[in-house]
């Protein structure tokens, strides 16, 4: 890998991590054409992607600085006086959005952590599934919008919400799905609307991308030589920075238009990986 290369994957992770288009899809399409499949082993480039999310992990960390602070104090204020036998609404109001927070983030966690050895293999690399998966959760995404209630707002979500979402970010382990896409589907179908489902699944990133690259960093360090990691921290500066301008970007459209260009697109480019594959 070179430094051009590094800073392609770069912008593309920042482009569409938090963009309901898949992450993994495009950068494994990206490590295909540029010949890093070739160049590095299925593990050392699964260990360089999971570390460089944490560069939208600090982009969203910064984008939502003051929700992460308040939905942080406010858990650990709430629980420590429901734990006194201060149950009040006030207490769980204070610390709700927290737990909703650790209960989305269990199934992918759980199936992560399980599945661990096939999510690195090269069977989840393939083509086909890519393609296959960018149509099935277009086809969705595309349900989702149309279909969904879209009425609740970020202080009307609860278990039932957090759990629909949490379940639906477990796909996002195959590549194609997109976690974001995943998530922001899963939320519509749950009747949140369109800027709620975005904030919601990006807020629900922060332990998932965060527990991935932590949980890589060590073996990325045993993996990469000397020159691959300066491509990473290269990398994931790029990527933080690309990916505030697409959370920014995000709020911003869907404020005001429906996720049909998402879905669009994600058909186009499935058919167009099925066809390249397919000969």
């Known amino acids: 890998m070179n430094l051009t290369q590094a800073i392609l994957l770069g912008i593309i992770q920042g482009l569409t991590e938090f963009i309901p288009i898949s992450s993994s899809g495009h950068l494994i399409l990206a490590e295909k054409l540029m010949g890093l499949d070739q160049q590095m082993s299925a593990q050392q480039i699964t260990a360089f992607i999971a570390v460089?999310?944490?560069?939208t992990l600090l982009a969203v960390l910064t984008y939502f600085a003051r929700d992460v602070i308040g939905i942080s104090l406010g858990f650990l204020q709430g629980t420590w006086r429901q734990l006194q036998g201060q149950g009040d609404p006030e207490s769980r109001a204070s610390s709700r959005m927290g737990w909703l927070i650790i209960l989305g983030t269990a199934p992918i966690g759980v199936v992560g952590i399980l599945a661990k050895r096939l999510i690195e293999g090269e069977e989840t690399k393939n083509p086909l599934l890519i393609g296959a998966s960018l149509i099935v959760w277009a086809l969705l995404l595309w349900a989702?919008?149309?279909?969904?209630?879209?009425?609740?707002?970020?202080?009307?979500?609860?278990?039932?919400?957090?759990?629909?979402v949490g379940v639906a970010q477990v796909f996002a382990l195959i590549p194609g799905s997109s976690r974001s896409g995943t998530t922001i589907t899963g939320a519509l179908f749950a009747g949140m609307r369109r800027e709620t489902a975005a904030r919601f699944s990006?807020?629900?990133s922060i332990p998932a991308i965060g527990a991935s690259g932590i949980f890589e960093l060590g073996e990325a360090a045993h993996l990469l030589d000397g020159a691959h990691r300066l491509h990473l921290f290269v990398a994931t500066a790029v990527s933080a920075a690309v990916g505030y301008a697409s959370i920014a970007f995000l709020l911003n459209y869907l404020r005001q238009h429906t996720t049909t260009v998402f879905v669009v697109y994600r058909l186009l480019l499935g058919l167009i990986v099925l066809i390249v594959a397919s000969r």
């Open 52 to 55: 460089m999310q944490l560069g």
């Open 144 to 164: 989702a919008d149309r279909f969904g209630r879209q009425r609740l707002e970020m202080a009307d979500l609860g278990w039932k919400q957090a759990l629909v």
């Open 202 to 204: 990006f807020l629900l």
